[in-house]
T-cell receptor
């Protein structure tokens, strides 16, 4: 039972354009959501998070949107840069528990 | 500021052996969590420690255990190793055990079982 799903295994975007990565979840009890970026041979790097009381959070080029009714979140990267090429994971957790449930990841490739 | 440090980076063991992995959290972080990453199952939560107590546990057999010391450093142990235990083991730390703090990951220990 996969509670957090990233349905696109890969995504290719041109440099300078917007990258949109999507994530769906099934458990309505999740109330904290995060995005991580992972390069080969390194651990995941925290990018941005959002609490369920919000529907949008921005940090520089990164914006996360949360649609609770659809149980869907997305990460927007604008503008996309070659260094953004990596595997992106969305994750969810419950308040009061440092127990992340991860999606399977989306490999983002930024083309020059 | 130093990040999460995991040692060793690579480890090769044979079936039936046991192994201990080490994790030093970011200074000031008191919660340490462990995850297993495999190609088939992805990233899966093993357990979390806070103030030397296991607070949360994932769905792994009892062969997987851990502990946390008073300086927040943590170790995880896997006994009677099986081929399926070959994986990247990741440690993450956060300020506290409340779920609205991001976890920060180390670069992992790559465990190979022969």
């Amino acid at each position: 039972d996969q509670q957090v799903k990233q349905n696109s295994p890969s995504l290719s975007v041109q440099e300078g354009r917007i990258s949109i990565l999507n994530c769906d979840y099934t458990n309505s009890m999740f109330d904290y959501f995060l995005w991580y970026k992972k390069y080969p041979a390194e651990g995941p790097t925290f990018l941005i998070s959002i609490s369920s009381i919000k529907d949008k959070n921005e940090d520089g080029r990164f914006t996360v949107f949360l649609n609770k009714s659809a149980k869907h979140l997305s990460l927007h990267i604008v503008p996309s840069q070659p260094g953004d090429s990596a595997v992106y994971f969305c994750a969810a957790s419950f308040q009061g528990a440092q127990k992340l449930v991860f999606g399977q990841g989306t490999r983002l490739t930024i083309n020059p | 500021k130093a990040g999460v440090t995991q040692t060793p980076r690579y480890l090769i063991k044979t079936r039936g052996q046991q192994v201990t992995l080490s994790c030093s959290p970011i200074s000031g972080h008191r919660s340490v969590s462990w995850y297993q990453q495999t190609p088939g199952q992805g990233l899966q939560f093993l357990f979390e420690y806070f103030s030397e107590t296991q607070r949360n546990k994932g769905n792994f057999p009892g062969r997987f255990s851990g502990r946390q010391f008073s300086n927040s450093r943590s170790e995880m142990n896997v006994s009677t190793l099986e081929l399926g235990d070959s994986a990247l083991y990741l440690c993450a730390s956060s300020l506290d055990s409340w779920g609205d703090q991001p976890q920060h990951f180390g670069d992992g220990t790559r465990l190979s079982i022969l």
